[in-house]
Nanobody, 119 residues
Framework: QVQLLESGGGLVQAGGSLRLSCAASGNIFSINTMNWYRQAPGKQRELVAAITSSGVTNYADSVKGRFTISRDNAKNTVYLQMNSLKPEDTADYYC?????????????WGQGTPVTVSS
């Protein structure tokens, strides 16, 4: 079964840091862009950061300079280092990836990991 498994969410005080991880597993041949999205209560899901297979990154304006996305292609894993966290960063964070697997081209979503930033 091809899937994404996230970890690393939790509760942190404003100004603190967290590191999210997302590992793709299953019979995967290649992974294109890997993304982190977030969804706060009552709000639409938004793209936080993206990274291509060659390492080109893109960030939402709200997290530029504070968040860093990276990936380990050998481990099929993407990370999101979040520094200087603010209460408005509180949300469920989701990993997303488009993969080429034995079963074909798939768009995968992780189960979500909660991040709560207290003021």
């Amino acid at each position: 079964q091809v899937q994404l498994l996230e970890s690393g969410g939790g509760l942190v005080q404003a100004g603190g840091s967290l590191r999210l991880s997302c590992a793709a597993s299953g019979n995967i041949f290649s992974i294109n862009t890997m993304n982190w999205y977030r969804q706060a209560p009552g709000k639409q899901r938004e793209l936080v950061a993206a990274i291509t297979s060659s390492g080109v990154t893109n960030y939402a304006d709200s997290v530029k300079g504070r968040f860093t996305i990276s990936r380990d292609n050998a481990k099929n894993t993407v990370y999101l280092q979040m520094n200087s966290l603010k209460p408005e960063d509180t949300a469920d964070y989701y990993c997303n990836a488009r993969v080429l697997a034995r079963s074909g081209r798939l768009e995968l979503w992780g189960q979500g990991t909660p991040v709560t930033v207290s003021s």
